[in-house]
């Protein structure tokens, strides 16, 4: 009943809020994102290996961030997807 029509309604909301924002900000992050260079990529690498680290092992970040580590350098290994470059 009620509940139901309160979620949908919330939904359709949050979905055509974020669609928007989505819309107004894609130019502004896509010129961001397309200055980044070797600094920046290290970076955001480092960023994001300590935030899922943090987030997937909370008592122990340690265990999560030698996974992230692990993950990263198996991630280097073969030929680049795109080109077919070596790594």
Not at 7 to 31: C, D, E, K, R, V
Not at 62 to 82: D, Q, R, S, Y
């Amino acid at each position: 009943g009620q509940a139901m029509g309160l979620a949908t309604t919330g939904s359709f909301l949050g979905s055509l809020f974020g669609m928007l924002m989505l819309a107004i900000f894609t130019p502004i992050i896509g010129n961001a994102a397309l200055s980044f260079h070797s600094f920046e990529y290290f970076w955001l690498t480092i960023f994001g290996i300590v935030i899922c680290g943090s987030l997937t092992a909370p008592k122990d970040p340690l265990k999560g961030w030698v996974a992230g580590f692990l993950g990263l350098f198996v991630a280097t290994i073969g030929m680049e997807g795109m080109h077919a470059y070596r790594r």
